[in-house]
C-alpha cells in the first residue's frame, strides 16, 4: 500500500509514520507545509528509507496536492494547526489549514480514487464534557477557533462521504504526548523548562481536566483503523488517563526532581474548557486497547526531552518560549 500523509513533518505525523515504517511493508509520502510546527529534524530518521518520499508543499494548494497525491492508496490527514492559543490571537490560519485545506485533500483524493482516506480529529470538537464521556454520535459544540476548525473539517470530510462516496473515516482522539512534541503544548514546555530550572506557566486553579494517551497508542489506532475501519464512521480514541493539569504537573515535577515553588500561576485562557472525556466503545470492539500505562509513558517521554536537547532547544529558542 501507497499512503501519502500529510502533516507528517509533525509530532503524530511523524511517529505515525515511524510506527508504518516498523510494522508494514507501506511506502509512504510525506507531505508537509514545513510550518513552525512541522520540523525536518523530527523526520530526519526516516528521509533516507528508501520506503519514504518528502513533499514541501501546502494541503490548501490544489495544484500541488494534485500532482503529488495521484498514485497513493490511501490518505492519512494529520496536517492541522492545533494550539488553541494561537487560534484565540488569530484564527484565520486555522480556518484556512483546517477547512480549506481538508476540503482540498477530499476533492483531490475523490478525483484520483483513493481506497481510504483517514480524517485525524480531536476530542475537543465535542466540547466541555462536565460528566460522563461523550459518544461518536453526541452534538458537536466547539469553543475555541480551533476546535471549530477541527469540527468543520470533519463534517467537510464527511459530506464528501456522503455526497461523492469517498470512502472517509474520522478519528477524535485525545491529548497525545510523547517524543517528537512541539515544545509550546504543555507536556514538552513544562518538561524542558524543568529541566532548564525554569518555572512552569499552570492556567487558573490548574483544574482543567484532559485524558492522555501515548502517541504510539493513537497510532496503533489509526493504522487498525485504516485497515479495518467502516467508512462514513467516526471513532473515538482515548485512554482512560484523566488528570488536571494541576496533577500533570505535579507529576512532572518529581520526574524533573523539582518542588512546588516551580509552578508559576497565570490568568486563565479564554474559553478554556473544564473536561473532555470519550467513549472508545467502538474501538474496543474492534480489539484495540491501549498499551502504555500513564505513568510509564510519562516517565519514558521526559527522559526522550532529558536526552534529545539538540532537537528541542533550537525550536524553543527560535519561538522565544
Given at each position: 500500500?501507497k499512503?501519502?500523509?500529510?502533516?507528517?513533518?509533525?509530532?503524530?505525523?511523524?511517529?505515525y509514520?515511524?510506527?508504518?515504517?516498523?510494522?508494514?511493508?507501506?511506502?509512504?509520502?510525506?507531505?508537509?507545509?514545513?510550518?513552525?510546527?512541522g520540523?525536518?529534524?523530527s523526520?530526519?530518521?526516516?528521509l533516507?528509507?528508501?520506503?519514504?518520499e518528502?513533499?514541501?508543499?501546502?494541503?490548501?494548494?490544489?495544484?500541488?496536492?494534485?500532482r503529488?497525491?495521484?498514485?497513493?492508496?490511501a490518505?492519512?490527514h494529520?496536517?492541522a494547526?492545533t494550539?488553541?492559543?494561537?487560534?484565540?490571537?488569530?484564527?484565520?490560519?486555522?480556518v484556512?489549514?483546517?477547512?480549506?485545506?481538508t476540503n482540498?485533500?477530499?476533492?483531490?483524493?475523490n478525483?484520483?480514487?483513493?481506497d481510504?482516506?483517514?480524517?485525524?480529529?480531536?476530542d475537543e470538537?465535542y466540547g466541555?464534557?462536565?460528566?460522563?464521556s461523550s459518544?461518536?454520535?453526541?452534538?458537536?459544540?466547539?469553543r475555541?477557533?480551533?476546535s471549530a476548525?477541527?469540527?468543520?473539517?470533519?463534517l467537510?470530510?464527511?459530506?464528501h462521504?456522503?455526497?461523492?462516496?469517498?470512502?472517509?473515516?474520522?478519528t477524535?482522539?485525545?491529548?497525545?504526548?510523547?517524543?517528537?512534541?512541539?515544545?509550546?503544548?504543555?507536556?514538552?514546555?513544562?518538561?524542558?523548562?524543568?529541566?532548564?530550572?525554569?518555572?512552569?506557566?499552570?492556567?487558573g486553579?490548574?483544574g482543567?481536566?484532559?485524558?492522555?494517551i501515548?502517541?504510539?497508542?493513537?497510532?496503533r489506532?489509526?493504522?487498525?483503523?485504516?485497515e479495518?475501519?467502516a467508512p462514513g464512521?467516526i471513532?473515538?480514541i482515548?485512554?482512560?488517563?484523566?488528570?488536571?493539569?494541576?496533577?500533570?504537573?505535579?507529576?512532572?515535577?518529581?520526574?524533573?526532581?523539582?518542588?512546588?515553588?516551580?509552578?508559576?500561576?497565570?490568568?486563565?485562557?479564554a474559553?478554556?474548557?473544564?473536561?473532555?472525556?470519550?467513549?472508545?466503545?467502538k474501538m474496543?470492539?474492534?480489539?484495540?486497547?491501549?498499551?502504555?500505562?500513564?505513568?510509564?509513558?510519562?516517565?519514558?517521554?521526559?527522559?526522550?526531552?532529558?536526552?534529545?536537547?539538540?532537537?528541542?532547544?533550537?525550536?524553543?529558542?527560535?519561538?522565544?518560549?
Amino acid at each position: 500500500m501507497k499512503l501519502f500523509v500529510t502533516g507528517a513533518a509533525g509530532f503524530i505525523g511523524s511517529n505515525y509514520v515511524r510506527h508504518v515504517l516498523a510494522t508494514t511493508d507501506h511506502e509512504v509520502t510525506i507531505f508537509d507545509a514545513l510550518t513552525y510546527a512541522g520540523n525536518l529534524a523530527s523526520i530526519r530518521d526516516v528521509l533516507d528509507d528508501r520506503r519514504t518520499e518528502f513533499v514541501h508543499a501546502d494541503i490548501a494548494d490544489a495544484d500541488a496536492v494534485a500532482r503529488s497525491m495521484d498514485g497513493h492508496d490511501a490518505v492519512v490527514h494529520f496536517a492541522a494547526e492545533t494550539h488553541v492559543d494561537r487560534s484565540i490571537v488569530d484564527g484565520s490560519a486555522f480556518v484556512r489549514t483546517n477547512c480549506v485545506g481538508t476540503n482540498v485533500l477530499c476533492d483531490v483524493a475523490n478525483q484520483v480514487g483513493v481506497d481510504r482516506f483517514l480524517h485525524i480529529s480531536t476530542d475537543e470538537v465535542y466540547g466541555s464534557v462536565e460528566e460522563g464521556s461523550s459518544s461518536e454520535s453526541d452534538p458537536l459544540a466547539p469553543r475555541s477557533p480551533y476546535s471549530a476548525a477541527k469540527a468543520g473539517s470533519d463534517l467537510i470530510a464527511l459530506s464528501h462521504h456522503v455526497t461523492y462516496g469517498l470512502p472517509v473515516i474520522v478519528t477524535r482522539c485525545s491529548n497525545n504526548y510523547g517524543p517528537y512534541q512541539f515544545p509550546e503544548k504543555v507536556i514538552p514546555l513544562f518538561t524542558t523548562n524543568l529541566l532548564d530550572g525554569l518555572k512552569v506557566p499552570l492556567y487558573g486553579d490548574g483544574g482543567n481536566i484532559r485524558d492522555w494517551i501515548h502517541v504510539e497508542d493513537h497510532n496503533r489506532a489509526a493504522q487498525l483503523l485504516l485497515e479495518r475501519g467502516a467508512p462514513g464512521e467516526i471513532y473515538n480514541i482515548g485512554a482512560g488517563n484523566e488528570l488536571t493539569n494541576r496533577e500533570l504537573t505535579h507529576r512532572l515535577l518529581e520526574l524533573c526532581a523539582r518542588d512546588e515553588s516551580f509552578i508559576e500561576p497565570v490568568a486563565d485562557r479564554a474559553g478554556h474548557d473544564r473536561r473532555y472525556s470519550v467513549t472508545i466503545d467502538k474501538m474496543t470492539a474492534l480489539g484495540w486497547r491501549p498499551t502504555r500505562t500513564f505513568d510509564e509513558g510519562l516517565a519514558e517521554t521526559v527522559e526522550w526531552y532529558r536526552a534529545h536537547r539538540d532537537w528541542w532547544e533550537p525550536l524553543k529558542a527560535a519561538a522565544a518560549f
